[in-house]
């Protein structure tokens, strides 16, 4: 059986849409000068705002080299072009499914067991690995921007305890990740836990013995990576350093903006905004956060931390441009090519086949 052939339609864009015209209301009802934004975006300096779009592809670069060191380690078959198309295929997802959180992951996970990449439990224990290491950074990217901000930084007194709330949640979620990773009988209760639930719905006895057998070998699976990670150190410092430099990348990227705007600020703002964008759109609330919810979220932190109402707007609109829909973009390129390929492949064997029967 072939592929659907994937295509481009209006349900593809109905969130981004939806959620460009939530920004908008929000910008109306909150009062923000819509004219000082057109005036602010005029002020641009195209070749810094250039330098921001090149900066977030080497962004999303040193994140798949990050992530393809684990699999590398694991014996995980891809290589570093299908693993950076991998990955943007999977934010292309994340832009138009809800919980974005997973998505994206999900994603990932789908086409290395599809296109027999590795065991299912591999796959996820590189892609558990990875996101262990990115909610690590997070943390400390926060508690820096807070020591900053309390020596220099002029943030709401308000705001800034929601900050130290935000930052105590994630480091509470590092620790249970933590524990999940290295504890096997905690993952095996949750299997056993599973068992029982589908006992209740009345699932086949022989069909409900399969599944936990397959659970359980890949709970082994991933919990026998996990320990290969915690044996060599050097991989996961490997890893650790390719996504420290996709962080610099990306936190360079609104700083930058504000600089082509003609107003640079300090970099406890940047990191401050940034580390709360992440948690937030980490946490898997059932809506699409890659769609209106984050344009108000770092508006409202740029304002609260002291900048003019219009460049906050104007900057998060610049900086979503980038993020959200040049990265759509290439997305979209990255999941015709993965998808029509195979299509393409197969039609061609047919023609071959017609062509020499004897073949």
Not at 85 to 101: F, H
Not at 140 to 159: E, K, Q
Request: charge should be positive; include cysteine.
């Amino acid at each position: 059986m072939q592929p659907p052939k994937p295509k481009l339609s209006w349900k593809s864009l109905l969130f981004p849409l939806l959620g460009l015209f939530g920004f908008f209301l929000y910008i109306y009802l909150f009062k923000v000068n819509i004219l000082g934004i057109f005036a602010t975006a005029k002020t641009v300096n195209p070749f810094i705002y250039s330098i921001a779009i090149m900066f977030g592809l080497f962004q999303v670069l040193f994140f798949t080299v990050s992530w393809h060191v684990l699999t590398n380690h694991l014996s995980i078959k891809m290589t570093i072009v299908r693993a950076y198309l991998y990955v943007w295929y999977g934010m292309y997802v994340d832009t138009i499914v809800p919980a974005q959180s997973i998505s994206g992951e999900v994603t990932r996970i789908y086409l290395l067991t599809r296109d027999g990449c590795g065991p299912f439990g591999k796959v996820v224990a590189s892609l558990y690995a990875h996101r262990l290491l990115g909610t690590a950074i997070n943390a400390f990217a926060l508690i820096a921007g807070l020591v900053l901000l309390t020596f220099g930084g002029n943030v709401n007194p308000i705001v800034f305890n929601l900050i130290i709330l935000v930052a105590v949640a994630i480091i509470a979620i590092l620790v249970l990740m933590f524990a999940l990773s290295f504890k096997q009988q905690w993952t095996l209760k949750l299997v056993n836990w599973g068992t029982k639930f589908a006992q209740k719905i009345r699932i086949g006895k022989t069909q409900l013995e399969k599944l936990k057998e397959e659970a359980v070998e890949i709970t082994s699976h991933f919990h026998d990576s996990m320990k290969q990670f915690r044996h060599n150190p050097r991989t996961i410092a490997y890893s650790l350093s390719y996504l420290l430099i996709s962080w610099i990348f990306s936190l360079s990227i609104p700083y930058l903006v504000f600089i082509s705007l003609g107003h640079p600020v300090s970099w406890s703002i940047i990191l401050v905004t940034s580390a709360i964008f992440l948690a937030v759109k980490s946490i898997p609330v059932g809506i699409p956060f890659e769609v209106g919810l984050p344009e108000a979220v770092m508006t409202t932190l740029f304002i609260s931390m002291g900048i003019p109402g219009a460049l906050a707007a104007t900057a998060t609109i610049l900086t979503r441009i980038i993020t959200l829909w040049i990265f759509f973009i290439i997305g979209f390129g990255a999941q015709q090519w993965l998808e029509l390929k195979p299509v393409v492949s197969s039609a061609v064997n047919t023609e071959k086949i017609k062509i020499d029967p004897l073949s």
